[in-house]
């Protein structure tokens, strides 16, 4: 398949899924209400359906640019806000604020999610730079250890102060209660995306290595840090909204650079786009599932997600090996020309 080929198809489909997300519901909403000027459709329409999907396309598109970001600077394919303690330190961050400032907007809420995202990513982040032996596998293992143990501290507060039920919402991602009003924050996204854009090319350096980017005059540090404080802030923009929703940042991105390879401004366009056809597939998924019922994304997300990360995870290790044994016979055959 060619490289613009599959592009063009994840557009197609993003263009197809949009539509029909516009129009599965409980509460019927079709062309010819809308053509008629049916009061109540056009209400539903432009209250719920429309913000509904302009927030599931900025998930989409922001968690998958997050974990593309992340993976890029941590040099590990299987780090992603998921694996990098970013959402459970976020949902941290919410219930502090739901502790401490109990009538907080939600931008207050974002604030304290962001705050907590960042301070959680760095810590896991300076963790694994003091590891020797940073395995493939071993560094998204320790972050998903980490993240268990913020999760651990979040259910203890909760329960300490009976905040379980109020913090229920961010704890399971879904997009049931967006509505016009109070979802606008995830906005933030375009901005943030559009600043990975243009920075796209010097996280692809910082991803070679210290040494590699004090060579080509790339200030390790501060790249390193703006592109983790990018995708830490896109995370907590989301979560705050739609509670979490795992894997997308993980998958997405591994997926993309199977045919269309790593650096960021080439792979950018594609992983937005397949970013935004997953979370949408899953959503018109948990809406038809129970129909007129909806079960939440997350569970959607959850199922197809482990599938795929089981795939992804074998498929590095087989291709990993393969490179080593590659290797092996050359240097194997390097050393007998030698002799």
């Known amino acids: 398949m060619k490289k613009n080929t599959a592009t063009w198809i994840l557009l197609a489909a993003l263009v197809a899924l949009g539509v029909a997300s516009l129009f599965i519901g409980a509460i019927d909403v079709d062309f010819r209400g809308l053509l008629r000027a049916d009061s109540l459709q ?3 329409f432009l209250a719920s359906r429309v913000p509904r999907l302009l927030a599931i396309l900025c998930t989409g598109v922001g968690m998958s640019i997050a974990g593309l970001i992340m993976q890029q600077l941590c040099m590990n394919k299987f780090i992603s806000p998921t694996t990098g303690a970013t959402i459970s330190s976020a949902q941290l961050g919410i219930l502090f604020a739901l502790l401490f400032m109990p009538n907080s907007t939600l931008w207050g809420r974002a604030l304290f999610a962001f705050a907590a ?20 596998i071993m560094v998204p293992l320790v972050g ?5 143990i913020i999760r651990g501290v979040t259910g203890f507060l909760s329960y300490k102060f009976d905040m379980t039920q109020s913090l229920s919402s961010w704890l399971v991602g879904h997009f049931s209660l967006v509505i016009r009003g109070n979802y606008e924050i995830v906005y933030l996204v375009v901005p943030l995306v ?3 854009c243009l920075f796209a090319n010097h996280f692809n350096i910082v991803g070679m290595g210290r040494e590699f980017s004090r060579n080509l005059g790339v200030p390790y540090d501060v790249v390193l840090f703006m592109g983790l404080t990018i995708a830490t802030a896109i995370t907590a923009s989301i ?11 993980l998958i997405v991105p591994n997926i993309v650079a199977l045919y269309k390879g790593d650096r960021i401004r080439g792979t950018i366009l594609d992983t937005s786009l397949l970013g935004a056809v997953f979370v949408l597939f899953c959503d018109i998924l948990a809406r038809l599932v129970i129909f007129p019922y909806e079960l939440p994304i997350e569970l959607i997300v959850g199922i197809f997600g482990s599938i795929l990360f089981i ?5 590095r290790l087989k291709h990993g090996r ?6 092996k016979k050359r240097s194997e055959s390097f050393s ?4």
Do not use: C, H, N, P
Request: aromatic share 16%; charged share 25%; hydrophobic share 60%.
């Open 194 to 196: 559009t600043l990975a």
């Open 117 to 136: 995202a960042v301070a959680g990513t760095w810590v896991f982040v300076l963790f694994i730079q003091r590891i020797r032996f940073k395995d493939v």
């Open 42 to 44: 056009w209400k539903i």
């Open 239 to 249: 979560v705050v909204v739609v509670g979490s929703i795992s894997y997308i940042g």
């Open 144 to 148: 998903i250890m980490f993240s268990d």
């Open 311 to 315: 795939a992804l995870l074998f498929y």
């Open 336 to 339: 007998r020309e030698e002799k």
């Open 322 to 327: 393969k490179a080593i044994r590659l290797e």
